[in-house]
């Protein structure tokens, strides 16, 4: 068994009566006294202080200039990097040759170099990527003295503003550099907010601020999970791996018409032929959400079966609060993928009806 | 009132046991978001699986804590399972069943064992 790490926050989350529990090899608070619900429920009324310091920072220092970097990176992923400006930030993918997906992530242009924010459980290998496909042109710099925190809801502006003056100004996805902090009007839960980058040493007292704002209450894992599943937003490792390929999992957005066929800069990204092909023809299958009848979740692995033939399995499933019902993800053939198609989900034995729906479950609301 | 070690309460009423879950387990399980009820006037045996409650987080069971006959259940945590959360020891039972000799509750803990046991 690996050793935990604790998180440079642990003895504030022990404090805030947190439930520490393992995940990506952190201790990490799963929920506090509040509950997972009413964490939940409080994120989108209000807002919600979330401790994400387990993912992974990273900058990308360019050694020459950063069209060099930007090159490189791209061919990375299918992805257009070139074309975000300063003060930006993107989501991207990495791909590997068979076009499916090695993590996703967060990047951000900041002038003279770009900032990358990757999944905990892939970080150990993103830098080895990163390393791998950058070196020549840039030094790739884990980002480990600084703490992650994550401000959501509607009542975050205001919350962060009183603290950060200017930070009400960005719009979804800018990033910008406050002092110490460094900010980005982005999130997990489809609401409105913010991720903060605190230096370890100033990471407590931030977060003890935060919480004192009115209406900003901690939030665990367990709402931090049902509020993006409620967003229809992946989870690594459930909703993608490396077998899915962006377009199967309906990331297309996230492909700019720079890096497809006919682009500026079409292809070149690992896995381009399936992708590419996939864009032009479609894909054999697709990421739906669903929404079982009843009130009985169907969990990541429930079998699901249209007629007698299974068609797939729930790679994301639970409660949503806010919803207030089951909801879920699967990949299914694209046959079945229409909005309304009705299924049946193996729950105990039983098979129970589940339809395929439209997602998000919960409409988002980001600061555009 | 007896517990079991999957912290189960037993109270007897009359010639019937009534099982629900203690204040420790329904606040260990978190919110509960649905209860899945076995049938009535089945025979169970000790360790079968009855009850499937699910949480937010989770999907857990109750297990009968002996042989016997469910000959009741709970039908308003069908519409309600955070009944659960809100009155574990009371309101919120879950089944009823049958012995055919009450003596084997016997081997249950008392308050006072069960409350050592979860450290309380």
Partial sequence: MTDLQRL????????????????????????????????????????????????????LRPR??????????????????????????????????????????????????????????????????????????????????????????PGAEAAL???????????????????????????????????????????????????????????????????????????????LDQTTSPVEAGLTWAIQKSRRTGGAREGGFPGAARILRELAEGPARRRVGLRPEGRAPMREGTALYHGETA????????????????????????????????????????RLPVTVADMPFHPTSYKR | MKFTKEHEWLRVEGDVVVVGITDHAAEALGDVVFVELPETEIMVSEGDEVVVIESVKAASDILAPVDGEIVAVNSKLADNPGLVNEDPTGAAWFFKMKLDDLSVLDQFMDEDEYKELIGD
């Fill in chain 1, 311 to 350: 068609v797939g399995t729930i790679c994301s499933g639970g409660f949503g609060p806010s919803v207030e019902a089951p909801i879920a993800m699967a990949y299914l053939p694209a046959a079945l993928a229409a909005t309304g198609t009705a299924l049946a989900g193996d729950v105990r034995g039983r």
């Fill in chain 1, 8 to 59: 440079p926050l642990h003895d504030l989350h022990v404090e805030l009566g947190g439930r520490m529990v393992p995940f990506a090899g952190y201790e990490m608070p799963v929920q506090y006294p509040a509950g997972v619900m009413k964490e939940h429920l409080h994120t989108r009324a209000a807002a919600g202080l979330f401790d994400v310091s387990h993912m992974g920072q990273v900058i």
């Fill in chain 1, 64 to 153: 020459r200039d950063m069209a060099t970097l930007v090159v490189a990176f791209e061919a990375m992923m299918p992805v257009d990097v070139a074309g975000l400006a300063e003060g930006r930030q993107r989501y991207g993918l990495f791909t590997n040759d068979e076009g499916g997906v090695l993590d996703d992530l967060m990047f951000a242009n900041r002038g003279d170099h770009l900032f990358v924010v990757v999944n905990a459980a892939c970080k150990a290998q993103d830098i080895e990527l990163m390393r791998k496909a950058l070196s020549p042109v840039a030094e790739v710099l884990p980002v480990t003295d600084r703490c992650l925190l994550a401000l959501q809801g």
């Fill in chain 1, 161 to 239: 503003e009183a603290l950060v003056p200017g930070a009400a100004a960005m719009r979804f996805m800018d990033v910008g550099v406050f002092g110490e902090l460094w900010i980005s009007r982005s999130g997990y839960t489809g609401e409105d907010g913010y991720e903060i980058s605190v230096p370890e040493a100033a990471a407590e007292g931030f977060a003890r601020d935060l919480l004192a704002q009115p209406g900003v209450m901690p939030i665990g894992l367990g709402a931090r999970d049902s509020l993006r599943l409620e967003a229809g937003l992946c989870l690594y490792g459930h909703d």
